[in-house]
């Protein structure tokens, strides 16, 4: 069973940095699609970014963009999120997602198809 496994969360001041990973599992186990996703207490899950692995194109929010950037480690089986100038607002439980069809429908598709991990905590400060 593939499993994704979150990294890397935890307490920053405003305009700090924080790099979050999400490590696939299961080596046998190649996404073509995946993804950050995150949830503020009371709001909903929504899409950050999320890379096409074979393509290695990447889509974002426009609320990250400029300030977060995607990535991945074939090698490690391994996505990141290099977050920078981190916002008070930009506070929630981040997720990974990840599935092996196209990266369709912005983020439709990871919200249907998507293996989810358990989430990391990101709190920023002011």
């Known amino acids: 069973q593939v499993q994704l496994v979150e990294s890397g969360g935890g307490s920053v001041q405003a305009g700090g940095s924080l790099r979050l990973s999400c490590t696939v599992s299961?080596?046998?186990?190649?996404?073509?699609?995946m993804g950050w996703f995150r949830q503020a207490p009371g709001k909903e899950r929504e899409g950050v970014a999320r890379?096409?692995?074979?393509?290695?194109?990447?889509y974002y929010s426009d609320s990250v963009k400029g300030r977060f950037t995607i990535s991945q480690d074939k090698s490690k089986n391994t996505m990141y999120l290099e977050m920078n100038s981190l916002k008070p607002e930009d506070t929630a439980m981040y997720y990974c997602?990840?599935?092996?069809?196209?990266?369709?429908?912005?983020?439709?598709?990871?919200?249907?198809?998507?293996?989810w991990g358990q989430g990391t905590q990101v709190t920023v400060s002011s």
């Open positions: 997602a990840a599935h092996r069809s196209g990266c369709g429908g912005i983020w439709d598709s990871l919200r249907r198809l998507g293996t």
């Open positions: 890379i096409d692995t074979g393509r290695s194109s990447t």
């Open positions: 299961a080596t046998t186990y190649s996404p073509y699609c």
